[in-house]
């Protein structure tokens, strides 16, 4: 096991594969919602979609927690018809809400098939009565972008928990998302990112510049092990080549941050 030193002392663990990494992810948020439960009486998880948690939200569902005390929301959303297949809350409930016990948690879909401007606005209202997040789950695409905030687009810099996206780089353009501002300010950050494709952003994120992904706080890394690359905006002296491997989990809690590495065939 390899391992990095984030600001605040956090770790990367390493994984042989997608179903290690997806065993090991869920063990780890299953330890995050137990001490969130233990300190609160309820706790809010924002969710991702995507292949990578798919797998974790299977996992999941078979987990024994008190799900009556969860409020479960997303990041972002696709603004497509209500049961779409693309959908992430389709997702939701094909996975994790297919087991009894996660059907108790109150979840709180994005209302996507009313469009961006209407859904964003209405989802914001929603946040209201959740509180705070507790803890969020991500992802990376290949151009850096986290949730959907792409990098260049002005919904990176509106100050509104939830924004409208009218342009995503691949269809359907209109999205809604939370914004910059209250990801930023989530107690907790889990970032699931996988994939050799992802590898540029990475080194580039290593290099010191600016994506999505980084702003909301998957950097500032700094090396301790001789095998792998930082991923922040601070270069270790001693970095290697990020050769056959990308980031799989970032946690972060405020400045503490951990990842988990996947082995890429």
């Not at 569902?61 to 959303?77: C, F, H, I």
């Not at 949730?147 to 353009?173: N, R």
């Not at 930082?230 to 980031?247: D, E, Q």
Request: a neutral charge; charged letters at 20%; glycine letters at 10%.
């Amino acid at each position: 096991m390899q391992t990095f030193l984030w600001k605040d002392h956090g770790r990367v663990y390493l994984y042989p594969d997608s179903e290690s990494l997806a065993l090991g992810a869920t063990e780890h948020l299953v330890q995050i919602l137990r001490r969130g439960l233990a300190q609160a009486p309820r706790f809010h998880w924002v969710l991702a979609g995507g292949k990578t948690p798919a797998a974790c939200y299977r996992q999941m569902a078979r987990e024994v927690l008190d799900w009556q005390r969860l409020d479960l929301s997303l990041g972002d959303e696709r603004c497509l018809p209500v049961d779409h297949p693309e959908r992430n809350d389709t997702l939701i409930r094909n996975t994790l809400l297919q087991a009894e016990g996660p059907r108790l948690a109150r979840f709180e879909p994005m209302r996507a098939e009313w469009g961006a401007e209407v859904g964003s606005a209405h989802h914001a209202q929603v946040l209201e009565t959740l509180g705070g997040i507790d803890l969020v789950l991500l992802g990376m695409g290949e151009d850096g972008h986290t949730a959907s905030l792409f990098p260049g687009h002005a919904s990176l810099l509106s100050q509104a928990p939830v924004v409208p996206e009218y342009s995503a780089p691949k269809p359907p353009p209109e999205r809604i998302s939370l914004g910059l501002t209250l990801l930023q300010q989530a107690r907790r950050r889990v970032f699931l990112v996988t994939g050799g494709s992802k590898r540029a952003i990475l080194q580039a994120l290593d290099q010191g510049q600016r994506f999505p992904v980084g702003q909301v706080g998957a950097g500032d890394a700094q090396e301790t092990g001789s095998s792998i690359r930082t991923l922040g905006s601070r270069r270790s002296k001693n970095s290697a080549s990020f050769v056959g491997r990308a980031i799989s989990i970032i946690e972060g809690q405020g400045g503490l941050a951990k990842a988990c590495t996947e082995q890429i065939p």
